[in-house]
């Protein structure tokens, strides 16, 4: 999935997975074009497209960093998937997830970021075999983010939106004001609920990489009266892509 260029810049972490290609900075993995479009538009060198499967990628430098921008599809497991082509074909030093989200606490509002300090499953439940809710048997309870990448990111600048950090979950279904009330009451601290961000989080912890994800929340899970309910996907993944250039040190 890669031709590129060297890096130069550093999220923070000298181990790299083992593929075959460059090496770059990042993996950045938005499931959709207008999630990962922020990206190839800042890019001032770009290699070719190139498709595995239903993943398409593709690297670039933006400022001191060299990142492949993968499109993932939609879904933990096409996340997965286009994770594992990346990392065969490219030797990196991290994986990000960016685009959008919606925004499942409350106060979380239209046009925030929110920036996750830890990851899970919002439909894992194996706790009739005395697993935590939200754990896949066998492995973390949470997957961490990088600490490096977590702290560059809590410190970017916005400027629209206010930026949050804690918990995101992750599942197949779309969370709405039907479930969103079972989703809070299993993940208080959960600020923000998408389709991606948990399954490469678990790929990431796999291939010991530091992950982040950043996401632009997009709509609200469960909206008050008073709230704003929607933001274009296009703007809310770019209110995430100067979060995760600016903790790329891009």
Do not use: K, W
């Not at 809070?184 to 010991?208: G, I, K, N």
Request: with cysteine; proline share 5%; aromatic share 4%.
């Amino acid at each position: 999935m890669t031709e590129g260029h060297n890096p130069t810049g550093d999220p923070g972490a000298e181990a790299t997975a083992p593929g075959h290609g460059p090496r770059v900075d990042a993996v950045v993995v938005g499931a959709m074009d207008e999630e990962i479009r922020p990206y190839s538009r800042r890019a001032t060198q770009a290699g070719p497209v190139v498709q595995r499967g239903n993943a398409r990628g593709q690297v670039v430098t933006i400022g001191a960093a060299t990142l492949l921008i993968v499109r993932s599809g939609i879904g933990l497991v096409n996340a997965a998937s286009a994770a594992v082509a990346a990392l065969s074909q490219a030797r990196a030093r991290a994986i990000v997830s960016t685009g959008s989200a919606g925004g499942l606490a409350r106060g979380v509002e239209v046009g925030d970021v929110v920036v996750g300090d830890r990851y899970t499953y919002a439909g894992a439940d194996a706790t009739a075999f005395d697993y935590v809710r939200g754990q896949v048997p066998g492995m973390p309870v949470a997957y961490d983010a990088g600490p490096d990448l977590l702290a560059a990111a809590s410190r970017a600048q916005l400027p629209l939106g206010t930026l949050r950090v804690g918990q995101m979950v992750s599942d197949d279904s779309f969370v709405t004001d039907v479930n969103v009330a079972e989703v809070r009451a299993h993940f208080p601290d959960a600020l923000s609920t998408d389709m991606e961000t948990t399954a490469l989080a678990q790929v990431a912890h796999s291939y010991s990489l530091p992950f982040l994800s950043v996401r632009g929340i997009s709509d609200l899970c469960g909206p008050e009266a008073d709230q704003d309910f929607h933001l274009g996907v296009d703007e809310a993944a770019e209110r995430a892509a100067v979060v995760v250039l600016a903790a790329l040190g891009a």
